[in-house]
């Protein structure tokens, strides 16, 4: 498949930025970023599992941040360089002016030796020795006159050398600002290109494993995977239904990233037993808390502290609520493998082996 167009800009935009401006003038580390974001259209292959795509999602979202910094940082230097820029240009302007002034004495002075020669006898009196006290103050002004010519001869000489270079700097300074910022918006660009179809790709395949998603896709915000952690924004037990991806298991959701990892956990489950795991309870809002906490004293914890109202916990049975079973036993050896565990208080206080949680920690150390 073709690389998109933003790929090539970049490319584009690294040739000119080898051939137009001195070393250093772009990060070494953003070349290596954009190199490594143009490759991947080319080079990476979409994840073969739900795991890989969401830690692919991850990644790539981590480096669109770095980049979106790295083009904050540089803009702010580009603002640093215009200033400098500007204060250059002013002092051309001056440059040009002062050298406008001095080019006039030059000519004017030898107009001046022709319209007012040293005596009306020219220089015979000074060479024939009879030379008075006006020739020889005439001949001071001469000399005085030609003194300051060649004077302003090298100011203009220097005056001319000063503005050179500072043209020279300012036409360096406004390139390098306008290719540096081009760079890293076309890199900027790319990875966000990139991240939304890693993102795109694991709600395809969470769509194909049986995650019922609306026709107007609504429920593929609260399945990405980069919006998990905005759910720790709301008060527990109180997470918008939006912010949440169904299971497969119909009339149950979780967190994003919880529902991924269990998703993924579900499928080997299935492969082992030939059949789908059983859910009874996932995530629960306040008023299912409170309402449990009322039933079942002991069995349920507090309203508003429960792992059930973050999203990150489910109850189970066709045969794992049954400490010692098959499928219990599994579920000990196997869940953290995909970020999910059985809580040690579980175990006894209360006694809970329906009880699972997910634990983000745990499957960030996967893979």
Not at 128 to 144: F, H, I, P, Y
Not at 241 to 262: E, H, N, V, W, Y
Not at 286 to 315: K, T
Not at 324 to 339: I, L
């Amino acid at each position: 498949m073709p690389a998109p167009r933003s790929a090539g800009l970049i490319a584009v935009a690294m040739a000119v930025a080898v051939l137009l401006l001195p070393l250093g003038v772009v990060p070494a580390q953003a070349q290596v970023r954009v190199q490594r974001a143009q490759q991947g259209f080319v080079e990476r292959r979409d994840p073969a599992n739900l795991t890989e795509l969401r830690k692919e999602a991850e990644k790539s979202a981590k480096e669109l941040e770095e980049a979106t910094k790295a083009l904050e940082k540089r803009r702010a230097g580009i603002a640093s360089s215009e200033k400098e820029l500007k204060s250059k240009l002013t002092s051309l302007q001056d440059l040009e002016r002062r050298l406008a002034v001095m080019r006039q004495p030059v000519s004017q002075m030898a107009e001046l030796l022709y319209q007012q020669p040293l005596m009306a006898g020219g220089v015979v009196p000074f060479l024939s020795g009879s030379a008075d006290e006006k020739t020889l103050r005439a001949l001071m002004d001469v000399n005085q006159m030609v003194a300051v010519r060649q004077q302003a001869v090298e100011q203009t000489s220097a005056l001319y050398k000063e503005t050179e270079r500072l043209a020279g700097e300012a036409q360096e300074l406004r390139a390098g600002n306008l290719l540096a910022e081009a760079q890293l918006a076309a890199e900027v660009d790319t990875l966000r290109q990139r991240s939304d179809k890693i993102v795109k790709s694991l709600t395809a395949a969470l769509v194909k494993l049986g995650i019922k998603i609306d026709k107007v896709g609504r429920g593929a915000l609260g399945c990405n995977p980069l919006r998990a952690a905005t759910a720790d924004e709301y008060p527990n037990g109180l997470i918008p239904k939006g912010m949440l991806c169904p299971l497969q298991q119909k009339g149950f959701s979780l967190r994003a990233d919880a529902t991924i990892a269990f998703v993924s956990l579900n499928e080997a489950y299935r492969r082992r037993f030939g059949k789908s795991m059983c859910v009874t309870d996932a995530y629960r809002n306040l008023a299912e808390q409170q309402s449990i906490y009322y039933r079942r004293p002991g069995f349920a914890a507090v309203p508003g502290r429960s792992n059930h109202g973050l999203g990150l916990a489910v109850d189970l049975c066709g045969g794992v609520e049954r400490s010692g079973s098959a499928e219990f036993v599994w579920m000990e050896k196997n869940s953290k493998r995909y970020g999910w565990f059985h809580p040690s208080w579980a175990y006894s206080n209360p006694f809970e082996p329906w009880h699972w949680e997910y634990d983000p920690k745990i499957d960030d150390s996967l893979l």
